[in-house]
Each structure stands twice: as C-alpha cells, then as structure tokens.
C-alpha cells in the first residue's frame, strides 16, 4: 500500500504563492493518476486538479489559470503550484492516487 506525505502548507497573503508537494513512497508512481483535493472547514472534500500518466491534466474551474499540477516520475513526487492566491483556498490539501490519501498540509490565505 502506498504512502502520501503532503507539504507546503503556510499562512500567505491574499495574491500570494505556494507550492505543494507531495512524496509518494512504494513502486509504480508513474502508473498511479494522481491528484489533489482540498477541504475547507465544514465543506466537503473537493477535487482541485488531476494529472493522469500521460500527464494530461484536469482543473477544477475556480483554479484554472492560477495552479498548476505537475508529477515528477523519477522523485516520486507531485506537485500542486498555486499562485493568486485567495481566501477561499482556504482550506486543508490533501493527494491521492485515489485508493491512498495523505495526512493534508494546511493552506490558509489571509490578509
């Protein structure tokens, strides 16, 4: 079974950046599509993006143009780049392969 262990969540300013990172341990990460969700207290778990093996990518449409998901095979490790940051990407990120979920890495976006 393998493991997600997310990272780069901070408290940043309204217009701010970040960058997400997700470690996945166990073989066959290129083989796995991979994807980020996020959930904001009492809201449910949503899907942010997605990024398949072949690489082709899915965006939810209140991030498009802002983040960029990306997946480097070699490390084992996704990425999630989100810029223009705003207060309702509040909200605790997670990865997935969607059978195994990571703990989530806290983004809040505040002035």
């Known amino acids: 079974q393998a493991q997600l262990s997310e990272s780069g969540g901070d408290l940043v300013q309204p217009g701010g950046s970040l960058r997400l990172s997700c470690v996945a341990s166990?073989?066959?990460?290129?083989?796995?599509?991979m994807a980020w969700y996020r959930q904001a207290p009492g809201n449910q778990r949503e899907l942010v993006a997605y990024?398949?093996?072949?690489?082709?990518?899915r965006y939810k449409d209140s991030v498009k143009g802002r983040f960029t998901i990306s997946r480097d095979n070699d490390k084992h490790i996704l990425y999630l780049q989100m810029n223009n940051l705003k207060p309702a990407d509040t909200a605790v990120y997670f990865c997935?392969?969607?059978?195994?979920w990571g703990q989530g890495t806290p983004v809040s976006v505040s002035a």
């Open positions: 997935s392969d969607f059978t195994n």
């Open positions: 166990g073989s066959e990460f290129a083989l796995r599509n």
């Open positions: 990024i398949a093996t072949n690489f082709e990518t």
